[in-house]
């Protein structure tokens, strides 16, 4: 496997990135002969759209929910698939709900339920993670870290390859504009701003090391992840869209202030994700699954005016103060990281690598226009997350 040079890493990540001893190398199964894969996440946003892909391509898919027994992990999933829009459309009888935790030893399961799972499977698709801008590395280590180990642990015992889902944040942000491929160095974890980034980062270090022992494995970093481009079904809670609410909500919107972004449709993440772990010429490899272009302030607010919103341009300190002025504003709890992000230039990534493993199964630049931003706005419009641009117009 092609793997980042680990670069100085200190205190704690140098504990945690120490793989343990029990996970070693085996020869995976062709995935093109694989008919029942392991995923992790599937109640969360990527993880439902993985679990459509995945059973369009006619998997039986084994998801791990925590829930008290089966059928309450069902009705998890299925919710989850119903607020993304997903349920309609699918036929579930090739789901099997296994409960469990990524932090428990064999993955929360009873040894029978394990060994049996560990028997079926010939993938895992590793989604789960404890997604937190707010809370510190330490917080995030059992359900990012540890878990990692757990999982790997199953990819042993089963003889499965691992496609694990990282992010583009593992990468340290930087001054200069040249764009970080899928091989670049990564880290060091301690100039990573967010825990979050952090512990994604050890686990990612986890699974290179696991590869370079042997065990089959491919890294997904798919940038910030937004709605389907074709339902807009999207998850509300990510930085950028709490940014847009909070906007809209005090009625203005900053004047040169800095916010780059990576952001990508996540049908193409899913479906980029399981047609590269359908690929023999794709295991041991780094992905990237991210858009050409960088989605800027002055963008940002384009779209929004495309998409029928009047907001008024002020400075940011006035933006700010509007927004400290109601405690309600979708913005207040991530001011400390608008703060943080404002003082660094954001990276941009390649995923030149990439496509070339994409091209021939016709995969498209997955970019934001104005058409698929729109789809986004009533989607969230749909759900009573966002006012009607119609209504709050007053047209
Ligand atoms: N969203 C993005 O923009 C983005 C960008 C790049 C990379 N990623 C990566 O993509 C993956 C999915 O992100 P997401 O946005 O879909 O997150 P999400 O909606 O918060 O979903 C997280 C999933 O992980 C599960 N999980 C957390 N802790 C668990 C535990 N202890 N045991 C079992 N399951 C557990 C959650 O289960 P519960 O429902 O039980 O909590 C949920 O299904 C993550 O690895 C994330 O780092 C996301």
Known sequence: MTSPTLSEVTGEFADDVRLHDDITGFAGQDPQTISE???TGATGFLGAFLLRELLAHGL????????PDCDTGLKRLTENLRTYELLDG??????RVVTGDVTQPRLGMPEETYTELAGRIGAIYHSAAKVNFLTIYKWLRRATVDATHEILRLACAAGATLHHVSTTAVFEPRADRSPRTEIDPTGPPQSLQLGYAKSKWVAEQLVLKAGRRGVPVTIHRPGQVWGDSRSGACQENDFVWRFIKGSLQAGVYPRRFRLSMNIVPVDYVSAAIVALSRNPRAIGGI???????VLGPEEIL???RSAGYELTEVSILKWMKAIAADVT???VPLMRVMAESEKVEMAEFSDVSTREFLVD?????PDIDEAVFS????YFVRQGVLPDPATVNGA
């Open 361 to 365: 199964a016709g995969f498209t630049s």
């Open 90 to 95: 699918l036929d579930l009888d090739a789901v």
């Open 37 to 39: 894969v392991f995923l």
């Open 287 to 293: 992905f990237h699954q991210v858009s050409p272009d």
């Open 329 to 331: 504003n979708s913005m």
């Open 60 to 67: 039986t898919v084994h998801c791990l929910v925590r829930a």
């Open 302 to 304: 384009r779209l929004l």
């Open 375 to 378: 789809t986004y706005v009533a």
